[in-house]
């Protein structure tokens, strides 16, 4: 920092012992022609993890279907049963979240962008005899399914691969049922900001804050998978988006692996909200 308190990109401010600090990786991306290229550029990418095998496809085992609902609520945000409610699993092909919620009895629809991970799914209802509803679609529109539907909406990581938060959560609003449960995971804004290690260990928070657009590709990409774009969401988009779409926020934690990283800068954030109506809505 310069004594301006402005960022001093060549570390050579007060007190620093980089003698040169440059950011690997930083040339910003073009906007691209088409505003929506992000969703095929991101549907690649997961279908090739899938065909690589990522951790990230694992499905559900015969083990954990056994305890499933143990393993979807680690902080209780969850009603004591979920057996005969309406889920969305959003943005969560792959086999994992639609069958342990169907293995805990909930009526189950999934939606994802990728077919290869939504194969996973169906691929796996169908091994273990559970009904679940495959629908292929982007999180910003949900217009397949119909208004005030479901009792709960459980979306993983998945809203950085979109550019405007606000569109996602407008839409959980419209299918959740009033005094529904929308729990969300998300990446951290500041875990997005890192572009590269030092050689001492020290992480470098090289993408500023208020960035918008595509995320540049850099040398730090621990938490950013491979080939997909992502964008950065900022805490008033991540918080305030979500009580401006009609939720009040009944919970938030901080999900964070074991690994050394992640105790510099914290991946992600849960966040429980409650579906209210707002002002002339019944």
């Keep these: 920092m310069t004594a301006s308190g402005e960022f001093d990109p060549s570390g050579r ?3 620093a012992d980089v003698e040169h600090l440059e950011i690997p990786g930083l040339a910003m991306p073009q906007a691209p022609a088409d505003a929506t290229a992000y969703r095929d550029d991101n549907r690649v990418a997961w279908d090739r993890l899938v065909a690589a095998g990522s951790p990230l496809t694992a499905v559900a085992t015969d083990e954990q279907c056994l305890h499933a609902r143990a393993l979807l609520d680690r902080e209780g945000w969850l009603p004591q049963s979920i057996a005969g409610l309406e889920v969305l699993c959003l ?5 994992r979240h639609s069958i342990l919620y169907a293995a805990a009895g909930a009526h189950v629809t999934v939606v994802d962008l990728c ?3 939504l194969e996973l799914d169906r691929r796996e209802a169908e091994r273990r005899g559970y ?6 679609a982007s999180m910003e529109d949900l217009s397949q399914l119909g208004d005030a539907i479901f009792d709960i909406v459980h979306q993983p990581v998945s809203t950085c691969y979109v550019p405007d938060v606000a569109a996602v959560y407008r839409e959980v609003a419209r299918v959740l049922r009033l ?10 804004p500041a875990s997005l900001q890192a572009s590269h290690r030092l050689g001492d260990g020290r992480f470098v928070v090289g993408i500023p804050y208020s960035h918008s657009g595509p995320l540049p590709d850099v040398a730090e990409r621990f938490n950013r998978e491979d080939n997909t774009v992502e964008f950065l969401h900022r805490w ?3 918080i305030g988006e979500l009580c401006t779409a009609g939720f ?4 938030l934690s ?8 992640n105790s510099y800068l914290p991946p992600f954030v849960r966040i429980k909200g409650r579906r209210v109506a707002r002002a002339g809505e019944r």
Excluded: F, M, T, W
């Excluded at 005094?179 to 951290?188: D, R, S, T, V």
């Design 13 to 15: 401010g007060k007190g």
């Design 91 to 95: 943005a969560a092909g792959g086999g």
């Design 115 to 117: 077919p290869a991970v």
């Design 131 to 136: 009904s679940v509803r495959i629908v292929e």
């Design 179 to 188: 005094g529904g449960l929308y729990i969300g995971q998300h990446k951290q």
């Design 236 to 238: 008033d988009q991540l």
């Design 248 to 251: 009040v926020v009944e919970g």
């Design 254 to 261: 901080e999900p964070n692996p074991a690994q050394d990283r």
